[in-house]
């Protein structure tokens, strides 16, 4: 059974940084079960939405428009751990943030269906 478990969140004014984690078990990035790792968000009164994507095996990585530049997604496969560089914070940026895995060979990049092992998610708040 996937596990995955996010850290990370806070509360931080505008044009701050704060680095999520997703600490992943129940698998091995090693025998490539997991292809498509990827980071979303929800903000209340709206729908999830992708923030950022990356292919597990390859390495290529994939942002949604709205924070282009200003996050990074990247893996540590020694330590089944998935993170989210977020600099340059908006108040826009508010929301729960959701670690997710999918075991599918071709995902449609931000479309939650796709991605079939969740976290529990974690609280990202920015506000002056």
């Known amino acids: 059974q996937v596990q995955l478990v996010e850290s990370g969140g806070g509360s931080v004014q505008p044009g701050g940084s704060l680095r999520l984690s997703c600490a992943a078990s129940?698998?091995?990035?090693?025998?490539?079960?997991?292809?498509?790792m990827a980071w979303f968000r929800q903000a209340p009164g709206k729908e999830r939405e992708g923030v950022a994507t990356?292919?597990?095996?390859?390495?290529?990585?994939y942002y949604a428009d709205s924070v282009k530049g200003r996050f990074t997604i990247s893996q540590d496969n020694a330590k089944n751990t998935l993170y989210l560089q977020m600099n340059s914070l908006k108040p826009e940026d508010t929301g729960i943030y959701y670690c997710?895995?999918?075991?599918?060979?071709?995902?449609?990049?931000?479309?939650?269906?796709?991605?079939?092992?969740w976290g529990q998610g974690t609280q990202v708040t920015v506000s002056s």
């Open positions: 129940g698998y091995t990035y090693s025998i490539y079960s997991i292809y498509y």
């Open positions: 997710a895995g999918s075991s599918r060979h071709t995902v449609v990049v931000g479309r939650a269906a796709d991605f079939g092992y």
């Open positions: 990356i292919y597990t095996i390859g390495g290529s990585t």
